[in-house]
Structures are given as C-alpha cells and as structure tokens.
C-alpha cells in the first residue's frame, strides 16, 4: 500500500504537456517575424519528441508568417530607398518628382503614417511654390496666370500657405483694377478744348467709377467661376461688360467661358457622371 501510494504521488502526467508553453512561445516569435528563432525551437521540440499535434501547429504559424514577415521586411528596406530619393528631390526643388515618387511607392506598398506625413510636406512645398510663381506672375502683370496658380495653390488646402493667398488675391484685386482704370481713361473721348471746362471734368467723373466698378465686377466674376458658380459667374461678367466701352473684351470672354462650363456641367450632371476641376469624369 505504500509503495502504491507513491506511486500515485510521483507518477509521469502527459509527456506532450510539458511542450505546449514552449510551442506557445514559439508562436509568439513568429508574430514578431522572429521566424529563424521559432524555427530553431521546432527543431529542438521536433527532438525532445513533442506531439505530431504540437509540431503541426507551430509548422503552421511559421509558414502563414514567413510570407508577411518577407514582405514587411522588403517594403522597409523600399521605404528606406524612397525617403533618400524623397529627400534629394526637394532639396533641389523638384517636387513633382517628389510626388511622382511616393505615389510610385504608395501604389505598391499602400499608405501609413510615415507616407502620409510626407504627402504633407510635398504638398506643403508644392503650395509654397505656387505662390512663389503667382508672385513672379504679378511682377509681370498676367493676371490670368495669377489666378490659375492661386486656384492651384487654395485646392491644396495648406493652412500655412493661407495668408499669402489672400495677401496675392488682394495683390490681384489692385492690379485689375488699375488695369481696367487704364482701359478706361484710355477709352476717354479727347479731353474739351478750354473753354468748357465743366464738360471735361463731367466726363473724368463718369469714366472713373464705371472703371471701378467693372474691376470690381469682373474679379467677383472670377471668384465665382473659381467657385464652380457658373452662373453667379455669368451674370457678373455681363454687368461688367456694360460697364467698359466697347462691351469690355475680357469680361465677355469671361462670360462666354462661364456659359460654356455651365452648359458642360449640366450635361455632365445629365449623363450622370461626376464634375470636377472643370471637367466631367466619366
């Protein structure tokens, strides 16, 4: 009886359950793309004789992680070259390379957090550029190229780059409205000889503020087809046009591309595809 006793005291559990810590263990390796540590410890469970059950598991977790864990490695070993390159191209200005580069990138690999932030700063840059260019297009009096890089600028949606969009649109503002100032006086009838006097300076007081107010006009014509208010756009551009001798050529042709883009937007809308950035995306 004692010796039964003791026995039952000292007796072997099950061998194989001594070995399920170990395969947990090694399973967690794997989920750290540990894959040549748990592949050690299958072949030192492998030998310790653990379970066919045992074996098969961790066999399993090592070949379902071996995959990803490959991939991972090789996107930041990717990711690693494509920051270099990040890097050179806006040290030297080039930001469309820049750009062109990370979608590259992104495309294969998908986006994270470090993708995204890059995505910020080249947009950044790209903002500050523009705006760059709209200044150098002000020295040279294109108000049309202005507009265009301004419009390009404010898609961007850079908080930073706010406040010399507005100090530009303020910029622009004066410039047409000298310009259509200059029209104007240009346009006035020759001045009366000296003996009228009062016809002369009723006619200076006529032309000014018509000028002023087709300026005014005309940029709240532009600010509505930057909008997408086609419509807005076109009523603007024709009361400017009233207002300039001779119908005011570029508030007519203002208008004449404000109902062009409103009649393509309403076909757009009809055929049921979607409009943006002036044109319909089928």
Not at 29 to 36: E, V
Not at 189 to 214: D, G, I
Not at 238 to 251: H, I, M, N, S
Request: with cysteine; net charge positive.
């Amino acid at each position: 009886m004692f010796l039964l006793a003791v026995w039952f005291l000292v007796k072997p559990g099950d061998p194989s359950k001594k070995f399920d810590g170990r395969v947990d263990e090694a399973v967690a390796l794997t989920k750290q793309c540990r894959i040549a540590d748990a592949r050690a410890e299958l072949a030192e469970l492998r030998s310790s004789k653990a379970s066919r059950d045992q074996l098969a598991r961790l066999q399993g977790a090592i070949t379902s992680a071996a995959t990803a864990c490959e991939r991972k490695q090789q996107r930041t070993r990717a990711w690693a070259d494509t920051q270099k390159a990040l890097e050179t191209a806006l040290a030297s200005g080039a930001v469309d390379k820049a750009s062109s580069r990370l979608a590259t990138f992104t495309r294969k690999w998908s986006e994270d957090d470090e993708t995204r932030e890059w995505r910020s700063r080249i947009d950044a840059r790209r903002a500050e550029k523009l705006l760059d260019e709209a200044n150098a297009c002000l020295a040279r009096k294109d108000r049309a190229c202005v507009q265009a890089k301004l419009e390009a600028a404010a898609k961007l949606k850079r908080p930073e780059a706010s406040p010399r969009i507005e100090a530009l649109r303020e910029s622009l503002s004066r410039l047409l409205e000298s310009t259509l100032l200059e029209g104007g006086a240009a346009a006035q009838p020759p001045a009366a000889p000296p003996a009228q006097p009062a016809r002369q300076l009723s006619t200076a007081n006529f032309v000014e503020p018509n000028a002023r107010e087709a300026g005014r006009l005309q940029l709240e014509a532009e600010r509505e087809l930057a909008q997408g208010n086609y419509r807005g756009a076109m009523s603007k551009a024709a009361q400017c046009a009233t207002l300039v001798a001779g119908g005011g050529r570029e508030c007519q042709l203002l208008r004449d591309r404000a109902a062009r883009l409103d009649r393509e937007y309403q076909q757009c809308l009809v055929g049921g595809h979607q409009w943006s950035g002036e044109r319909c995306q089928q």
